[in-house]
């Protein structure tokens, strides 16, 4: 039974208790998975993202922020956010991270800031077709039309151009802030924060990027998907069910893009943070993510996910404070 009251024509909890999600496991890879990442890794890093810095547009949580724009695969050239200390000598950036967004895109670079770590520096993109600094010609940016955009087939679906725009913002902010670069034959150790879209994008990025030491997941999307297309939803998976309920073949697309498949290859520390109630984002996806993740994993469970609530704000800050402490431990040592 559904923790909240609400008026859905669905159970956002999905009639799963905590030991039912725990369980949940990650379709099998299809054949190729690992091949196809990798080389659309490869792409993404002989990408020269000629990033560009504009001036500050506002100063606040000890930092400022800057536009900035770079290029990402296929020669588009994507907008986002430049977050920089406001004070300290230079080079005194110690931290780096790259941040995604949910499926609306970002207007501002929002609650992420304050970053998780003092002395960090983070690039905020938003990728290709979403608002308002990732709109490119013919990529839809309502959601609901971009989940489906290049669908018919793995080479051609947006998810994975926008998979590489991560890639291309880490090239980018590595770039500008060559003091995160690390030691001379080491990679450099990057944070990597992503909720809802971005926490599935995160998923399906980091295995194949050695430059991410440390993530965290929040309401991750894309896990699981053969359950996710038997659960009615708000959010983008119910476009995808009704092109799914046309396009049956299309199954076979979405094996590659399957966020709890490529966790089984994501080996860097994560914390993730999935929701019992959530009605656009089925929880039982989301802990496909968590349940598959290969390495060093930290669960932070939320009791609702893009849902507000009385307890939102205590669970907000229960979670930047987790976001602290892990970050904390796994990017200063």
Same mark, same amino acid.
């Given at each position: 039974?559904? $923790?909240?009251?609400?008026?859905?024509?669905?159970?956002?909890?999905?009639?799963?208790?905590?030991?039912?999600?725990?369980?949940?496991?990650?379709?099998? $890879?299809?054949?190729?998975?690992?091949?196809?990442?990798?080389?659309?890794?490869e792409a993404a890093r002989a990408t020269a993202t000629d990033p560009v810095v504009g001036p500050v547009?506002?100063?606040?949580?000890?930092?400022?922020?800057?536009?900035?724009?770079?290029?990402?695969?296929?020669?588009?050239?994507?907008?986002?956010?430049?977050?920089?200390? $406001?004070?300290?000598?230079?080079?005194?950036?110690?931290?780096?991270?790259?941040?995604?967004?949910?499926?609306?895109?970002?207007?501002?670079?929002?609650?992420?800031?304050?970053?998780?770590?003092?002395?960090?520096?983070?690039? %905020?993109?938003?990728?290709?077709?979403?608002?308002?600094?990732?709109?490119?010609?013919?990529?839809?940016?309502?959601?609901d039309d971009h989940v489906l955009h290049g669908i018919e087939s793995r080479d051609t679906y947006v998810?994975?151009?926008?998979?590489?725009?991560?890639?291309?913002?880490?090239?980018?902010?590595?770039?500008?802030?060559?003091?995160?670069?690390?030691?001379?034959?080491?990679?450099?150790?990057?944070?990597? %924060?992503?909720?809802?879209?971005?926490?599935?994008?995160?998923?399906?990025?980091?295995?194949?990027?050695?430059?991410?030491?440390?993530?965290?997941?929040?309401?991750?999307?894309?896990?699981?998907?053969?359950?996710?297309?038997?659960?009615?939803?708000?959010?983008s998976g119910e476009s995808v069910r009704a092109y799914h309920r046309e396009h049956p073949e299309v !199954?076979?697309?979405?094996?590659?893009?399957?966020?709890? !498949?490529?966790?089984?290859?994501?080996?860097?520390?994560?914390?993730?943070?999935?929701?019992?109630?959530?009605?656009?984002?089925?929880?039982?996806?989301?802990?496909?993510?968590?349940?598959?993740?290969?390495?060093?994993?930290?669960?932070?469970?939320?009791?609702?996910?893009?849902?507000?609530?009385?307890? !939102?704000? $205590?669970?907000?800050?229960?979670?930047?404070?987790?976001?602290?402490?892990?970050?904390?431990?796994?990017? !200063?040592?």
């Amino acid at each position: 039974m559904s $923790a909240f009251t609400h008026d859905f024509a669905f159970d956002p909890s999905y009639g799963h208790s905590l030991d039912d999600l725990l369980a949940v496991p990650a379709p099998p $890879a299809p054949a190729g998975f690992a091949d196809f990442w990798r080389a659309r890794y490869e792409a993404a890093r002989a990408t020269a993202t000629d990033p560009v810095v504009g001036p500050v547009e506002e100063e606040r949580d000890g930092v400022r922020v800057h536009g900035v724009t770079y290029t990402s695969v296929g020669g588009v050239r994507l907008g986002g956010w430049l977050v920089l200390p $406001a004070e300290g000598p230079p080079g005194g950036v110690e931290h780096g991270f790259v941040v995604g967004h949910g499926y609306g895109g970002r207007h501002e670079p929002g609650p992420e800031v304050p970053l998780p770590l003092p002395r960090s520096a983070a690039l %905020l993109p938003c990728v290709r077709g979403m608002e308002t600094r990732g709109r490119h010609p013919g990529i839809p940016t309502e959601a609901d039309d971009h989940v489906l955009h290049g669908i018919e087939s793995r080479d051609t679906y947006v998810l994975a151009e926008c998979v590489a725009d991560l890639w291309c913002a880490a090239s980018a902010l590595l770039e500008l802030v060559p003091e995160l670069g690390g030691a001379p034959g080491t990679p450099p150790r990057l944070g990597y %924060l992503g909720e809802s879209f971005g926490g599935g994008l995160g998923a399906l990025a980091l295995p194949w990027d050695d430059r991410f030491a440390a993530a965290q997941l929040t309401v991750p999307t894309f896990g699981n998907h053969p359950l996710r297309l038997t659960l009615p939803c708000t959010g983008s998976g119910e476009s995808v069910r009704a092109y799914h309920r046309e396009h049956p073949e299309v !199954t076979d697309v979405l094996r590659y893009f399957d966020a709890a !498949t490529a966790a089984t290859h994501l080996r860097v520390p994560a914390l993730t943070a999935p929701a019992l109630f959530d009605p656009a984002v089925p929880p039982p996806g989301q802990f496909a993510v968590h349940n598959a993740l290969a390495g060093p994993r930290e669960l932070h469970v939320l009791q609702a996910g893009h849902f507000e609530h009385a307890g !939102t704000p $205590a669970e907000t800050e229960a979670l930047r404070k987790a976001r602290e402490a892990f970050f904390g431990a796994t990017l !200063t040592r």
